[in-house]
């Protein structure tokens, strides 16, 4: 996977933005054209080539949190893990027994640069056509080199566009996929409810989120800190910065208050309850709402305290002290799997439209 991440994370150095007169909508793949009832026009091109599409005279007011403008190249590099969400797509479907049509058309809501998404798609679904969307035409169009330098220019089709609007053919597609993008949204049902009008009947969606069981991570970092306090043995400063940053992240994101100031101004917004995010589901027209949590493993927690410092930090040398571990191996220890399900960090949703 080395070479394809290279390939991702190398921005197209002549893509530029050009106005809409400048190419022709003709150059739209024809597969594509049935599925918007919004003209396009190209947003980002490097020659002749229309690396990124947009939605002519879109006057959404949607915007961009300030992660995702101040650096697409970093947060992309800092974020991909293509390998590990083709393993995620694979293990909700085999537990959920779901079928998804073969050659499917997809639309990916979120996309980014497509590593989480697009890219697990054009591996798990053979002859698969797919429409990534995402406000971020930088990211976008790292996407878009991809996909020529690679062929499959024919397979995917970039745009850059809110995924809560209502630019695509309704009941147009087999699958709606979502890596992590419902909890950035002031209004996840708003996503959802844009997954289903986008769904033939019996169509599938699935979404990659986190959940309300990183409380679990919030105790044992409480426990972290004040256990250096007493040992008189201090943290390294960055790393006690991110655990007590993960500490008032996590209250802030559980069970939040989505009408205050505050919540507004986060860029992850939720740790959904099942609850809450299978109430959403319902409510937009999905009959069957199934959820399957990713990990359960012995170890998990010792596993996820060093990933959540590399992710908060993008280093890989700051490692916690040997007593700091022990205190995550404690946790780990008195939890059983059974509970890790329950109170699951981060899940699949594997829904269904009636």
Wanted: charged share 20%; hydrophobic share 45%; with cysteine.
């Amino acid at each position: 996977m080395s070479s394809l991440f290279g390939l991702l994370r190398r921005k197209p150095a002549a893509a530029r933005p050009i106005e809409a007169q400048v190419a022709t909508p003709a150059a739209l793949p024809a597969w594509a054209q049935p599925l918007f009832v919004s003209a396009l026009a190209p947003c980002v091109a490097d020659g002749a080539d229309v690396l990124v599409w947009k939605i002519q005279d879109d006057a959404s007011t949607a915007v961009i949190s300030d992660q995702f403008k101040a650096n697409a190249g970093d947060y992309h590099q800092r974020y991909a893990a293509s390998d590990h969400f083709e393993k995620l797509f694979n293990q909700g479907l085999e537990k959920t027994g779901v079928t998804v049509a073969e050659r499917p058309l997809i639309l990916d809501l979120g996309s980014g640069s497509g590593v989480n998404s697009i890219v697990p798609c054009m591996r798990l679904f053979p002859g698969a056509r797919s429409i990534a969307t995402d406000l971020s035409g930088e990211l976008l169009s790292m996407l878009g080199a991809y996909l020529r330098e690679t062929g499959a220019v024919e397979q995917a089709v970039c745009v850059q566009m809110d995924a809560m609007s209502d630019h695509v053919a309704p009941g147009a597609f087999d699958l709606v996929t979502g890596a992590a993008i419902l909890h950035h949204l002031e209004r996840p049902k708003a996503g959802l409810a844009a997954a289903a009008r986008a769904l033939k009947p019996g169509g599938h969606a699935i979404f990659f989120e986190p959940f309300d069981g990183y409380g679990i991570m919030r105790l044992a970092y409480e426990r972290i800190l004040s256990e250096a306090r007493l040992r008189g043995d201090p943290l390294d400063p960055l790393v006690e910065r991110v655990l007590g940053n993960m500490v008032i992240d996590t209250a802030a994101r559980t069970d939040p208050d989505p009408t205050t100031a505050a919540f507004k101004a986060l860029d992850d917004k939720w740790l959904f309850s099942r609850e809450r995010i299978t109430a959403m589901a319902q409510d937009v027209g999905f009959t069957e709402i199934r959820i399957v949590p990713n990990n359960d493993g012995a170890n998990l927690y010792q596993l996820i305290a060093p990933i959540q410092l590399r992710l908060a930090t993008g280093r890989i040398d700051l490692p916690l002290p040997d007593w700091a571990m022990d205190i995550l191996k404690s946790f780990d220890a008195a939890l059983p799997p059974s509970f890790k399900r329950m109170a699951m960090l981060e899940g699949t949703l594997v829904l269904t439209k009636g």
